[in-house]
């Protein structure tokens, strides 16, 4: 019966964009609200017209906020409108603004925008909670009045761990990709301080008022001067430096924005994505000019070879570091108590296919990290439904505990320490595994997404309509 109902809803969809009559609803295509009745349509006065876009601009400046992708934003502005029977409905994100228009036929259209500005930025918990908020105003016909309380709410309550809480759960994850990346015990205790001495620079120098170029740039070069004064002052040997520099330079690397960024352009939010690739092109520009800002130290470095060699680790410890990484980063990023077994299991799903790939199918490390974040994608894309979570959330933790390119940067500042040719060609490889990752995810989620749509029941709705075309 459900797929009757769906392959029904697409031929009419078919034959609209055969029309040209496609609506704002048919953006709902392959979206987790691709099949909720909505129910039949009506025209509203001007002020509620503006009281229920001024909720959906809010809620989607709070959604980009919080970290999620641009169609999901879309999407959920698109549902809400149309569960509070509005028709004649655009959406438009941009790369700085979203803007909503309602223009019935017979009245001025009305139009209003909100700024949601260019940086990226991710709290987990808040995404749950204002995922769970559109899950609510669909299925339980939740009046505009009581949404708006929700959203002022979920805004006041900001932060579910204490600032500490998350910078520890960064440090954990800092420790396990030390690990990964060759480091030994010691340097995996090492590399947590040098991850809360940069973390908190950059707090203080973002509370100066300094543009976030500057910031990266002196966050990057406080994590590789720090590592490297620690190598010189004889307390870590050349290897365990280079470990340390690479766990803290990873943590740097814009993975949200890049997999942001092929999800728009894949997605078809093309001006989105263009926005998103100055801001990718800055940051590593300004990490970059970290590394440049440090470089004397490299130069005069004298660290000997024999102890600077790169040491895979077995599969099941990879897989025990990957998790423990995986649960510090939703830590660090503000997950729920509810996402923590959740990012573990990514983490570890992640961390098979990547490593399994690696050294049982001797793939090199962009191969082995595009397919082990298919798999991953998928994975949410398939469970994120059932589990009442937003798929980014249990996307991002795995992301960064198992499939980050730790032993390439581990790889590339050695080379640059030992003051032989090479690190430019591993610098490129792990910039490529970085881009792997968001080619990955968007190919798994879509795919999860697809399973998922096929084989779920039919959601329940309180309250049964016929579905809006207009």
Same mark, same amino acid.
């Given at each position: 019966?459900?797929?009757?109902?769906?392959? +029904?809803?697409?031929?009419?969809?078919?034959?609209?964009?055969?029309? %040209?009559?496609?609506?704002?609803?048919?953006?709902?295509?392959?979206?987790?609200?691709?099949?909720?009745?909505?129910?039949?349509?009506?025209?509203?006065?001007?002020?509620?017209?503006?009281?229920?876009?001024?909720?959906?601009? @809010?809620?989607?400046?709070?959604?980009?906020?919080?970290?999620?992708?641009?169609?999901?934003? %879309?999407?959920?502005?698109?549902?809400?409108? &149309?569960?509070?029977?509005?028709? +004649?409905?655009?959406?438009?994100?941009?790369?700085?603004?979203?803007?909503?228009?309602?223009?019935?036929?017979?009245?001025?259209?009305?139009?209003?925008?909100?700024?949601?500005?260019?940086?990226?930025?991710?709290?987990?918990?808040?995404?749950?909670?204002?995922?769970?908020?559109?899950? +609510?105003?669909?299925?339980? %016909?939740?009046?505009?009045?009581?949404?708006?309380?929700?959203?002022?709410?979920?805004?006041?309550?900001?932060?579910?761990?204490?600032?500490?809480?998350?910078?520890?759960?960064?440090?954990?994850?800092?420790?396990?990709?030390?690990?990964?990346?060759?480091?030994?015990?010691?340097?995996?205790?090492?590399?947590?301080?040098?991850?809360?001495?940069?973390?908190?620079?950059?707090?203080?120098?973002?509370?100066?008022?300094?543009?976030?170029?500057?910031?990266?740039?002196?966050?990057?070069?406080?994590?590789?001067?720090?590592?490297?004064?620690?190598?010189?002052?004889?307390?870590?040997?050349?290897?365990?430096?280079?470990?340390?520099?690479?766990?803290?330079?990873?943590?740097?690397?814009?993975?949200?924005?890049?997999?942001?960024?092929?999800?728009?352009?894949?997605?078809?939010?093309?001006?989105?994505?263009?926005?998103?690739?100055?801001?990718?092109?800055?940051?590593?520009?300004?990490?970059?000019?970290?590394?440049?800002?440090?470089?004397?130290?490299?130069?005069?470095?004298?660290?000997?070879?024999?102890?600077?060699?790169? @040491? *895979?680790?077995?599969?099941?410890?990879?897989?025990?570091?990957?998790?423990?990484?995986?649960?510090?980063?939703?830590v660090f990023m503000g997950g729920p108590p509810r996402l923590l077994p959740w990012a573990v299991a990514g983490?570890?799903?992640?961390?098979?296919?990547?490593?399994?790939?690696?050294?049982?199918?001797?793939?090199?490390?962009?191969?082995?990290?595009?397919?082990?974040?298919?798999?991953?994608? &998928?994975?949410?894309?398939?469970?994120?439904?059932?589990?009442?979570?937003?798929?980014?959330?249990?996307?991002?933790?795995?992301?960064?505990?198992?499939?980050?390119?730790?032993?390439?940067?581990?790889?590339?500042?050695?080379?640059? &320490?030992? +003051?032989?040719?090479?690190?430019?060609?591993?610098?490129?490889?792990?910039?490529?595994?970085?881009? *792997?990752?968001?080619?990955?995810?968007?190919?798994?989620?879509?795919?999860?997404?697809?399973?998922?749509?096929?084989?779920?029941?039919?959601?329940?709705?309180?309250?049964?309509?016929?579905?809006?075309?207009?």
């Open positions: 019966m459900f797929s009757l109902g769906r392959r +029904h809803a697409r031929r009419e969809r078919q034959e609209r964009r055969q029309k %040209d009559e496609s609506t704002a609803l048919d953006r709902l295509y392959g979206t987790e609200f691709e099949s909720f009745p909505f129910p039949v349509p009506e025209q509203v006065d001007e002020q509620t017209a503006t009281d229920f876009l001024r909720f959906v601009l @809010r809620h989607a400046r709070e959604l980009f906020l919080a970290g999620a992708e641009t169609q999901a934003i %879309d999407a959920a502005a698109i549902a809400i409108t &149309a569960r509070w029977r509005m028709d +004649h409905v655009s959406i438009d994100i941009t790369s700085r603004t979203v803007q909503a228009q309602y223009a019935p036929e017979g009245i001025l259209p009305l139009m209003m925008m909100t700024v949601t500005g260019s940086e990226d930025s991710r709290d987990l918990d808040q995404l749950d909670q204002l995922h769970s908020l559109t899950r +609510h105003i669909l299925r339980e %016909d939740m009046p505009p009045s009581a949404a708006e309380r929700a959203l002022n709410q979920i805004i006041s309550r900001k932060g579910i761990w204490p600032w500490w809480t998350s910078v520890l759960g960064g440090a954990l994850l800092a420790a396990m990709l030390c690990v990964l990346a060759s480091g030994t015990l010691k340097a995996a205790l090492f590399s947590p301080l040098v991850f809360v001495i940069s973390n908190r620079v950059s707090w203080a120098l973002g509370k100066s008022g300094l543009q976030s170029f500057y910031v990266t740039a002196l966050q990057t070069a406080c994590s590789i001067g720090s590592a490297l004064l620690l190598a010189d002052a004889r307390v870590l040997t050349g290897g365990e430096a280079a470990s340390v520099a690479a766990a803290n330079v990873v943590i740097l690397l814009p993975i949200l924005s890049l997999v942001s960024m092929v999800e728009d352009a894949i997605s078809g939010f093309r001006s989105m994505a263009s926005g998103r690739i100055i801001s990718v092109g800055l940051f590593f520009a300004a990490m970059v000019a970290g590394v440049f800002l440090v470089g004397f130290l490299l130069r005069h470095s004298d660290l000997q070879a024999r102890d600077t060699a790169f @040491r *895979a680790l077995p599969l099941a410890a990879t897989l025990l570091t990957s998790a423990i990484g995986s649960l510090g980063n939703a983490g570890v799903l992640a961390g098979f296919v990547n490593n399994g790939t690696q050294q049982y199918l001797d793939q090199p490390t962009p191969v082995a990290t595009l397919t082990g974040a298919v798999f991953l994608g &998928a994975a949410a894309g398939a469970v994120a439904p059932s589990l009442r979570l937003p798929a980014r959330s249990l996307v991002v933790p795995g992301v960064a505990g198992a499939l980050l390119p730790g032993p390439d940067v581990y790889r590339s500042l050695l080379q640059a &320490a030992l +003051h032989v040719s090479g690190a430019g060609s591993y610098a490129l490889i792990a910039f490529v595994a970085t881009a *792997a990752i968001g080619v990955g995810s968007v190919l798994g989620s879509s795919l999860g997404n697809a399973a998922q749509r096929e084989w779920s029941p039919r959601a329940r709705s309180p309250r049964s309509g016929s579905t809006s075309s207009a």
